[in-house]
């Protein structure tokens, strides 16, 4: 199946630790896109990426919060200095090159937890 | 900005109810309108997607969607659930002109129970 892929599936970190997060994108697909969902709510858009381009991060917080997706290799999410409020499910998605507004799909996403 | 409700967050329905799931969204302009669907333990998966054309969008599994420009609504509906349908559902959408993020409604977890 060469569908989305996320890991870790889980992640555990302490306040103060640095949390990556790796997606790789399905076959064929050149877009990627970062959402985060917060308990008892939807997910929401952090930051849409193509190969070695930021192309809109209006939805990444300003700070601790990067993302790349570079030529060779996944597109990570880091988080530095995780705090209790970043815990949440980070979901990746992808989506093929050429004309916008391509169907989104999504990776089984990360369960973050901030002790 | 564009914003999507979901007013119904739970739902609990006997097999072979009919299904009407609501969504709304506010946006002056052209949009493009998604039904996601997350079964427990799995991925958030597309169920059916309204670019233009028809209003009347047929998905997968025997879902349905009409979009209702005057109502600026996209209601998902289904004339008999069945068991395998308790998943959470998620409705979406994105702007023409405004990227390719999506703005997801909060929710609504069916349950159907036999």
């Known amino acids: 199946n060469a569908g989305v892929m996320q890991n870790p599936r889980h992640l555990v970190r302490r306040r103060g630790q640095e949390a990556r997060l790796r997606c790789s994108p399905m076959k064929g697909h050149s877009h990627v896109y970062w959402y985060r969902q917060l308990p008892e709510e939807g997910l929401k858009f952090m930051v849409y990426?193509?190969?070695?381009?930021?192309?809109?991060e209006s939805g990444m917080p300003k700070e601790r919060f990067s993302a790349e997706f570079p030529k060779e290799g996944p597109s990570i999410l880091r988080i530095q200095q995780v705090v209790r409020g970043d815990s949440a499910a980070y979901f990746c998605?992808?989506?093929?090159?050429?004309?916008?507004?391509?169907?989104?799909?999504f990776g089984d996403g990360t369960r973050l937890s901030i002790l | 900005a564009q914003s999507v409700s979901q007013h119904n967050h739970h739902v609990i329905l006997s097999e072979a109810a009919s299904l009407e799931l609501g969504c709304n969204y506010s946006?002056?302009?052209?949009?493009?309108l998604f039904w996601y669907v997350q079964y427990p333990g799995q991925h958030l998966q597309l169920l059916l997607k309204y670019f233009s054309g028809d209003p009347l969008v047929k998905g997968i599994k025997g879902f349905e969607a009409e979009f209702i420009k005057s109502k600026f609504s996209f209601n998902l509906r289904k004339p008999s659930v069945q068991w395998s349908d308790t998943a959470e559902y998620f409705c979406a959408v994105n702007a023409e002109g405004g990227g390719n993020k999506l703005t997801f409604g909060t929710g609504t977890q069916l349950k159907v129970e036999l």
């Open positions: 998605a992808s989506s093929p090159p050429g004309r916008e507004h391509q169907p989104q799909h």
């Open positions: 990426l193509q190969k070695e381009n930021i192309i809109d």
């Open positions: 946006y002056g302009g052209t949009v493009n």
